[in-house]
């Protein structure tokens, strides 16, 4: 990793400045680099320039340098080969105009600067999760639909493994320049668990888009929305539903986005974005990158559980709600958050795993997963609907709550996961007691039949309304 000194910049700089490229505004005033508190890790002595890679590239892909040029980044002295350069023996390094460079540029080439921030993206989901080969999503992708739809599809949000394309004898193919040539099926990718060919993990534009890696562009939700929506994980539709993104908005002039310190209730107050409550820095507690130090559920899983230490992470969330929010307020949402992932947990999901284990112990099931169409309708109760109204409780998106999630819930339970389940154990002793004594329960009581009275009502409150009975 190397590093220029400021005068070495500012030459380079002006060199473009005088061949006529355009410049921005910013950089053509902006006042030479100072040391700053916020200095990275390690600043390496100069033993390398970027000065002709702008150059010739401010010709080839002059949007690539401008967004560069940009960037913190150009204004601090990182220029190409600070990210770039490969060391002699890096599998994917390959000479390029003098300089030995790598086209890969992966979170240890980040580290050299940004440690601390690297290994918390390191400790954190994110940077797992391209590990996903057991999951059933995983069989869904990769066989009931096809690899290819894996490639463009799971590991577009989730991360490939780098590749290069190989000859008959496994040699690593290169191009008549000598450069290795990755394989198109797995690069480009920057998919959030990226496994990489140095064996770091990750893709840090996933979420700082090169190359202008704004902070700013990753304090907004639209980046999280890449991945975080759609029928299995709607984070971003619910998010929108709910008062704090209408807040976000309708007042993102006053979110103050492009300030380089960011704190939550200094430097803005009008709304909380994903990056608030999941990362960003109150006054209490710095930002972090990882994503799961404030949850304290997974809302994932078929049944939900609390997470190791779940309270320590919660009251870190709870700190950035206390921001905006009294602490009735928020231990009162919380409650009813709880008892919502609890009802569903025990009154859907618990019982419906209870059924299909016992299906399974009694061979009424065969070990392949998806084919039989109780397994469809099971995924999808707590993989699709299910996750939707978890997730809609949590993050105070009510329509996602009722109508995309418990109703939908409820829908499938008793009208297709249990008829489908019965017709499955028909005949069977064992699955049959077992679904007696879920339908007997309390919970499930409202099914045997409602009284004339509470069904009087039903059909009063229409006549009142619409002038007809209720269907
Ligand atoms: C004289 C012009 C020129 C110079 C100097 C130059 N490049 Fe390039 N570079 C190109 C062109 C043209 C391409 C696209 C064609 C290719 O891949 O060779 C390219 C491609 C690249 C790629 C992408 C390779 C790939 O796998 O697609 C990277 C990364 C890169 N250059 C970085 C650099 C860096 C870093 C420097 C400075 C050491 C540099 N370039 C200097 C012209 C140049
Ligand atoms: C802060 C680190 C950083 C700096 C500085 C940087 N790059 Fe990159 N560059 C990246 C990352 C990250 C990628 C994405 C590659 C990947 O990981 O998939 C990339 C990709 C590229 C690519 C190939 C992808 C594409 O979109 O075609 C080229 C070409 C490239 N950089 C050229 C340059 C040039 C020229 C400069 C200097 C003006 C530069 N880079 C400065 C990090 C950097
Ligand atoms: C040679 C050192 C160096 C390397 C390598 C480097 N950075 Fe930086 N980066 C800096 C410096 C210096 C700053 C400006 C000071 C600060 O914010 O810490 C900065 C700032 C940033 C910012 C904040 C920009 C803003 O809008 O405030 C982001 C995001 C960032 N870097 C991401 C990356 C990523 C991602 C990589 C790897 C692809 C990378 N950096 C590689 C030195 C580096
Ligand atoms: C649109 C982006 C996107 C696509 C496409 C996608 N996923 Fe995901 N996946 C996610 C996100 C985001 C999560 C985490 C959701 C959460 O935490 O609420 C996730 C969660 C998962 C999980 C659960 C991980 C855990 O720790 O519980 C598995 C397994 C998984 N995905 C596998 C796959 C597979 C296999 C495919 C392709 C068939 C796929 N995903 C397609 C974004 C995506
Ligand atoms: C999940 C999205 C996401 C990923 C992935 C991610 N970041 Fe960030 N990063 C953010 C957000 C959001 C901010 C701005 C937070 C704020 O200012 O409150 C940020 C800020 C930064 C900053 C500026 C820090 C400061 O103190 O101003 C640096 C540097 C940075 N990231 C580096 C990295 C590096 C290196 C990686 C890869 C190891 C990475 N980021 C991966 C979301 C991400
Ligand atoms: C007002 C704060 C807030 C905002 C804004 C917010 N979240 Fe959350 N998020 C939460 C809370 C609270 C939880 C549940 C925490 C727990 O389990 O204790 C949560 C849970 C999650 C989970 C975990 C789901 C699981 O599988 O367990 C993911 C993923 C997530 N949020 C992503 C996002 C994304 C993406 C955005 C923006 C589109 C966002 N969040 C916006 C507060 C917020
Ligand atoms: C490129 C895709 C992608 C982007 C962009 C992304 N995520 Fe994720 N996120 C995922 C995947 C995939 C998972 C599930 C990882 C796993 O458990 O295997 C995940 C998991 C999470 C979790 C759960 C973590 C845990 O420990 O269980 C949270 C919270 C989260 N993301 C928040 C965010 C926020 C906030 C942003 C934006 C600042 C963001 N993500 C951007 C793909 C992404
Ligand atoms: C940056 C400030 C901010 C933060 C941080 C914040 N909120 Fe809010 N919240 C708001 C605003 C603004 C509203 C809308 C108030 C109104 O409509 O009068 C709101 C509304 C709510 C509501 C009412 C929702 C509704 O539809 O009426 C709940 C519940 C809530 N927030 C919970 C939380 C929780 C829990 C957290 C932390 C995980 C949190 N908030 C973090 C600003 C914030």
């Not at 103050?256 to 704190?263: D, F, I, M, T, Y």
């Not at 709304?271 to 404030?294: I, K």
Request: glycine share 8%; aromatic share 8%.
């Amino acid at each position: 990793m190397t590093r220029l000194t400021s005068t070495g910049w500012m030459a380079v700089i002006a060199g473009l400045l005088l061949a006529g490229s355009a410049a921005t505004a910013r950089l053509d005033g902006a006042p030479p680099p100072a040391a700053k508190a916020a200095a990275p890790a390690k600043r390496a002595a100069a033993t390398g320039s970027s000065t002709q890679c702008i150059a010739c590239h401010a010709r080839n892909s002059p949007a690539l340098v401008s967004q560069w040029r940009d960037s913190a980044h150009a204004v601090e002295g990182v220029g190409c080969l600070e990210c770039h350069r490969a060391e002699v023996g890096e599998v994917d390094g390959f000479m390029h105009q003098g300089e030995r460079i790598a086209t890969v540029v992966t979170p240890k080439d980040c580290a050299a600067c940004h440690e601390s921030i690297t290994a918390e993206f390191d400790a954190s989901h994110h940077s797992k999760a391209s590990s996903f080969i057991g999951s059933l999503d995983n069989v869904l992708g990769e066989v009931i639909e096809g690899p290819i739809i894996a490639a463009n599809g799971c590991w577009q949000c989730h991360g490939s493994t780098v590749q290069f394309l190989t000859d008959a004898n496994g040699r690593v193919r290169r191009d008549k320049e000598g450069k290795p040539i990755l394989d198109p099926m797995t690069w480009p990718n920057t998919g959030i668990g990226r496994v990489n060919l140095d064996g770091s993990r990750g893709a840090c534009s996933a979420c700082h888009s090169r190359h202008s890696f704004k902070a700013s562009m990753a304090r907004q939700p639209e980046v999280c929305g890449k991945c975080h929506m759609g029928p299995d994980h709607p984070q971003i539709e619910i998010f929108e539903e709910s008062k704090h993104g209408i807040a976000y908005r309708t007042r993102i002039n006053e979110m103050n986005l492009e300030s380089k310190s960011w704190v939550l209730g200094k430097d803005y107050t009008a709304a909380p974005t994903c990056a608030t409550c999941h990362m960003s820095a109150t006054p209490n507690q710095p930002l972090t990158h990882d994503v799961g130090a404030r949850i304290s559920w997974t809302l994932r899983p078929v049944i939900s559980r609390k997470l190791e230490n779940w309270e320590t992470r919660r009251a870190s969330m709870q700190d950035t709600c206390h921001q905006c929010h009294g602490p009735d307020f928020v231990g009162a949402f919380y409650k009813s958050f709880d008892s919502a992932v609890e009802i569903y947990n025990s009154k859907f999901a618990e019982p419906a795993k209870r059924i299909m284990d016992t299906l399974r112990a009694r061979n009424r099931l065969t070990p392949t997963p998806f084919d039989e169409e109780l397994e469809w309708t099971f995924y999808r109760l707590w993989h699709h609907e299910g996750r939707r109204a978890r997730m809609g409780v949590s993050m105070q998106g009510p329509d996602y709550t009722q109508w995309h999630g418990f109703f939908e819930v409820a829908e499938n339970f008793y009208f297709r996961f249990l008829p489908q389940a019965q017709e499955a154990g028909h005949g069977d002793a064992e699955v049959e007691k077992v679904v007696k004594a879920i339908l007997d329960s309390p919970e499930h009581a409202w099914k045997k039949g409602m009284s004339p009275e509470d069904r009087a009502r039903i059909d009063a409150f229409y006549k009142q309304r619409y002038g007809t009975d209720a269907q």
